[in-house]
C-alpha cells in the first residue's frame, strides 16, 4: 500500500473515532437523531478504512456494506452478530435522517453507543492487525 493510501487510512479510522465522540454529544443533548447519524458514520469511517487497506472501495454506502459482508462478514473474518450494528445503523439512520416526524429516543438509541465503539474498536484491531502482518 502507498504512503497516501495509507494515511487515507489513518485519516478515516480517526474520524471514526472523531465522530463517535460527536455521537457522545449528540447524546448528551438528548438529540437522538443525530446520535445515530454519527454512530453510523463512525462505522462507515472504519469501514471504508478496512476496505482501502485491503484495496477495496465504494462511492455508495450500500456498495461498502456489501463488500464489507462478502469480503470479511461472510467469510468470518468479522463477527456476524458485531456487522449486525453496522447494518442495523444504516437502516436506522435512513429512518432518522429521511423519514418525517419520526424520533427516536433515548431508550433505544444508548444501547448502540457502546455496540458502536466495540465496532470501531474491532476495526481498528484488525487494521493494525493487517499494518502488521498478523491479519487473517
Given at each position: 500500500m502507498s504512503a497516501p493510501e495509507e494515511d487515507l487510512v489513518r485519516y478515516r479510522l480517526e474520524r471514526a473515532w472523531e465522530t463517535l465522540e460527536e455521537a457522545g454529544i449528540m447524546a448528551e443533548s438528548n438529540r437522538w437523531n443525530t446520535c445515530v447519524n454519527r454512530l453510523y458514520f463512525a462505522c462507515f469511517y472504519a469501514v471504508s478504512a478496512l476496505l482501502l487497506r485491503h484495496g477495496l472501495s465504494s462511492s455508495k454506502h450500500g456498495g461498502l456494506r456489501s463488500l464489507f459482508n462478502?469480503?470479511?462478514?461472510?467469510?468470518?473474518?468479522?463477527?456476524?452478530?458485531?456487522?449486525?450494528?453496522?447494518?442495523?445503523?444504516?437502516?436506522?439512520?435512513?429512518?432518522?435522517?429521511?423519514?418525517?416526524?419520526?424520533?427516536?429516543?433515548?431508550?433505544?438509541?444508548?444501547?448502540?453507543?457502546?455496540?458502536?465503539?466495540?465496532?470501531?474498536?474491532?476495526?481498528?484491531?484488525?487494521?493494525?492487525?493487517?499494518?502488521?502482518?498478523?491479519?487473517?
Open positions: 462478502q469480503r470479511f462478514v461472510a467469510t468470518g473474518r468479522f463477527p456476524k452478530e458485531l456487522a449486525r450494528v453496522y447494518n442495523d445503523l444504516f437502516e436506522r439512520r435512513q429512518q432518522g435522517d429521511y423519514i418525517d416526524l419520526f424520533r427516536f429516543d433515548e431508550s433505544r438509541v444508548r444501547p448502540w453507543i457502546p455496540r458502536a465503539t466495540e465496532f470501531v474498536r474491532r476495526i481498528a484491531t484488525m487494521l493494525d492487525e493487517s499494518a502488521t502482518g498478523d491479519a487473517i
